[in-house]
């Protein structure tokens, strides 16, 4: 049965791990290329945007248990007669929580607390305000409440 916990675990630990890496991997290779070639004040909007809507139970659960579950599948693997298995599990829950959980605690969320006070109004703001009948943010597609009139 130890065995049988542990194997969960540590494919728990697995996907977790992959989706962040997988989280990381796209937005490292395509949403901040996109973010850099668009106009700074647009740019800022989408990030804070971004960084809004990615505080959402399924990242932070993973984000957050991926190490859990790693550290999880070394300790039950520590009462199986194959322990020295549980030493890679704890060596990963320690690197991930260093180079993943620390470093976006230091780094991360500090440039983001910034850029949102830069944003203004519309930086803890995910869309229109409640009310306005608009669909988009002002500055939106041409043709849309508050975005620029079509070309003629």
């Not at 106009?39 to 809004?52: C, E, G, H, S, T």
């Not at 859990?68 to 009462?79: C, E, K, S, T």
């Not at 850029?115 to 500055?139: D, E, H, I, V």
Request: a positive charge; charged letters at 5%; aromatic letters at 6%.
């Amino acid at each position: 049965m130890t065995y049988l916990l542990a194997a969960a675990a540590a494919a728990l630990s697995m996907l977790m791990t992959a989706g962040m890496a997988g989280t990381f991997f796209g937005f490292s290779v395509g949403v901040m290329p996109g973010l850099n070639a668009a106009p700074a004040p647009l740019a800022i909007d989408a990030m804070n945007a971004v960084n809004v809507k990615i505080q959402n139970p399924v990242f932070l659960a993973a984000f957050v248990l991926a190490p859990v579950a790693a550290a999880g599948a070394g300790a039950l693997l520590l009462a199986t007669p194959r322990s020295g298995a549980a030493w890679p599990f704890f060596a990963a829950a320690a690197v991930y929580a260093v180079g993943v959980i620390l470093i976006t605690a230091a780094v991360n969320v500090p440039m983001n607390d910034a850029l949102a006070a830069a944003g203004g109004p519309t930086a803890t703001r995910p869309g229109p305000p409640p009310g306005s009948g608009r669909t988009t943010r002002p500055g939106g597609p041409p043709g849309t409440p508050g975005g620029p009139r079509p070309a003629r």
